[in-house]
């Protein structure tokens, strides 16, 4: 079931794959991107961590912190030097897919299959171009996974967010950059 604007993010205290406890009640008074990918060697995913990574400086000095999910085992996401390198930022294993069924992911193989005739040729080649990995799923990860983007204010409040309806649709950039700069948080639209 999908999550709803204008209530609390369900909380969790996992381990993410450095190691490292993520206590969601922790990032309390900062505003945080939560993303939930697909598995690690996904072009559409990586493609999206490229652009986020780019702009976590940014983010960061203006109190957004973010947290990334991949469905891929962690000694998967470990291996991969493309995700190691995205350090600070948690990346969180899960593979089971609990949390994503928590945080209402859906699964659909209509859509994944649209995107993958579609875009996945143009999608590959530019995540190639930027040494990005692409690779087929090494771990039963599912071909059905459909993203999805959830942005919290300091009370952990979701306030926007973005259930995908193809492989390529994420917030804007613009869009995080609208809900870091606004102050009155209760003025969220639905997307």
């Known amino acids: 079931m999908r999550l709803s604007l204008n209530v609390s993010a369900p909380l969790f205290q996992l381990k993410d794959v450095f190691g490292r ?92 299959i649209y995107s993958h005739l579609t875009s996945f040729i143009q999608t590959a080649i530019k995540a190639k171009l930027n040494n990005l990995p692409v690779y087929a ?10 993203p999805a983007e959830f942005l919290l204010d300091e009370k952990l409040i979701i306030r926007e967010l973005k259930y995908a309806a193809h492989l390529n649709d994420r917030l804007s950039v613009e869009e995080i950059r609208r809900f870091i700069n606004r102050k009155n948080l209760n003025d969220s639209t639905t997307r």
């Open 137 to 146: 799923m090494p771990d039963g990860e599912s071909f059905s996974t459909m």
């Open 21 to 112: 406890l993520i206590d969601l009640a922790s990032y309390e008074g900062k505003r945080v991107l939560i993303a939930f990918f697909r598995h690690t060697g996904c072009p559409f995913c990586n493609m999206r961590v490229h652009v986020l990574k780019k702009y976590s400086q940014e983010f960061s000095e203006s109190n957004l912190e973010m947290i990334f999910f991949f469905e891929s085992k962690e000694k998967t996401i470990l291996n991969s030097i493309f995700h190691q390198g995205l350090s600070p930022i948690p990346i969180i294993s899960d593979p089971e897919k609990i949390w994503y069924g928590i945080y209402g992911l859906e699964d659909s193989m209509r859509k994944s």
